[in-house]
Structure formats: structure tokens, C-alpha cells
């Protein structure tokens, strides 16, 4: 499986007035990786977890990564 989050490092121009961003980041949903939601995926083991994590299967899941702790979120 391909990791949810992308790097990439923008163009820098040397008129640009504010102070550049080396490296830039979006993430993509886990579910752009499946073709289709298959039988019998694995759930969470209380509905408290599935509640806290936004989904029942945790193969759905995707954290918001922190911007201010860049490329610490690979996975």
C-alpha cells in the first residue's frame, strides 16, 4: 500500500517577498487505495475506539498530521 501523505518541494522564486516553504505536504484518504471495501474487514474493538478514530475499520482510518512536524507522520 502507498503511504497517505506526499511531499513535494515547490518553486522558489528569487522575487518572491515572503520567506519560501522548503517542503510542502497533502495527505490522501486510505480508501483512494481500494478498489472496493472488501468482506469481513477488521473493526475496532469498541464502539468508544471506532467513535474516537471517526471510523469502525481501522483500514479507513487517516490522522491528521501535525503541520508544524514535518515528514515525522511516513508510515
Known sequence: MST???YWEP???PFDPCPP???KSYS???NLYM???PTGLA???TP??????GTLWPEL???YPNPHKWGEQDG
Do not use: D, G, M, N
Open 11 to 13: 518553486y522558489v522564486s
Open 21 to 23: 516553504i522548503r517542503i
Open 61 to 63: 482510518f487517516s490522522p
Open 35 to 37: 478498489t472496493f471495501q
Open 43 to 45: 473493526q475496532f474493538q
Open 4 to 6: 497517505q501523505f506526499k
Open 28 to 30: 490522501t484518504p486510505p
Open 48 to 53: 468508544r475506539e471506532a467513535l474516537h478514530h
